[in-house]
C-alpha cells in the first residue's frame, strides 16, 4: 500500500509569483488536509478537502486555495508569493473527515520564496 | 494564540535517562494526540488519549492525558537516541481542524 506522497519535495520560488504544489492521497482516503509548518512552529491547518468540496479553513487568505480531484489527490496553490510563505507544506489524507478518522501525513514539499 | 503550549521547547539527555514534556491549553479537548516527526518526513501518529486522567503506554513511552483534558504529557523512559525527533502534540477543534502546539525537540546523546 502506497502512502501519502508529496510533490515537488523542494522549490524556489520569487516573491510575487505562485506555485502549485501536489499530494497523492493513500489508496481508499478520500479527505485531504493541507498545513504549513514555518521553521520552528507546529504545523498550521490550512484547509480540508472532502470527495472534491472544501471542508473547513484555517486562518489563511484567499490567495492560498485548493482542489481536490475525483482520485481524491489534491492540489494547493499560493498566489502573489511572500517571503512568510517560506515553510515546508504538509498534506494529510485521512479515510473520512470526522475526527475519529487518523490523518496520515506525507513528508512535505519544502518551498522558499527570496 | 497558540491553543497548544509545549514545553520545554529543546530538550538534550544523556542516552538512559529519563524524560518528561509537557502539553497545557487553557481549552477542553475531547481528545489529544501525540505526533513525532523526524527531519524531512511528515509527523506520525505514536497514541490518542481521550478520557481524561488516561495513562497509554507505548514501549518505554508513557502518554498521560490530564483529568480536565486540558494537558497532557509524555514521559520517555531510558530514552535512546532512536528517540531524538520532534514530539507534537494535537486536539481538533471545530469539526475536523486539527491543532499542532510548536513541539518539543528532544535529543537524545549516545
Known amino acids: 500500500e502506497t502512502g501519502v506522497t508529496q510533490s515537488p519535495t523542494h522549490l524556489i520560488k520569487t516573491r510575487g509569483q505562485q506555485v502549485t504544489l501536489r499530494c497523492s492521497s493513500q489508496?481508499?482516503?478520500?479527505?485531504v488536509s493541507w498545513y504549513q509548518q514555518a521553521l520552528g512552529q507546529g504545523p498550521q491547518f490550512i484547509f480540508q478537502?472532502?470527495?472534491?468540496?472544501?471542508?473547513g479553513r484555517g486562518n489563511f487568505p484567499p490567495r492560498f486555495s485548493g482542489l481536490q480531484f475525483p482520485n481524491y489527490s489534491s492540489e494547493l496553490n499560493v498566489n502573489a508569493l511572500e517571503l512568510d510563505d517560506s515553510a515546508l507544506y504538509l498534506c494529510a489524507s485521512s479515510l473520512g473527515r470526522g475526527n475519529s478518522y487518523e490523518q496520515y501525513f506525507g513528508p512535505g514539499t519544502r518551498l522558499t520564496v527570496t | 494564540t497558540q491553543l497548544l503550549e509545549q514545553s520545554p521547547q529543546f530538550l538534550s539527555i544523556q542516552e538512559g535517562e529519563n524524560l518528561t514534556v509537557y502539553c497545557n491549553s487553557s481549552s477542553v479537548f475531547s481528545s489529544l494526540q501525540w505526533y513525532r516527526q523526524e527531519p524531512g518526513e511528515g509527523p506520525v501518529l505514536l497514541v490518542t488519549v481521550v478520557t481524561g486522567g488516561e495513562v497509554k503506554k507505548l514501549k518505554r513511552l508513557t502518554f498521560q492525558f490530564g483529568d480536565a483534558r486540558k494537558d497532557s504529557s509524555l514521559h520517555i523512559t531510558a530514552a535512546q537516541p532512536g528517540d531524538t525527533g520532534l514530539y507534537l502534540c494535537?486536539?481538533?477543534?471545530?469539526?475536523?481542524?486539527?491543532?499542532f502546539g510548536k513541539g518539543n525537540q528532544v535529543v537524545v546523546i549516545p
Open positions: 489508496s481508499g482516503h478520500n479527505t
Open positions: 478537502y472532502y470527495r472534491e468540496e472544501e471542508n
Open positions: 494535537a486536539g481538533y477543534y471545530g469539526n475536523n481542524r486539527l491543532a
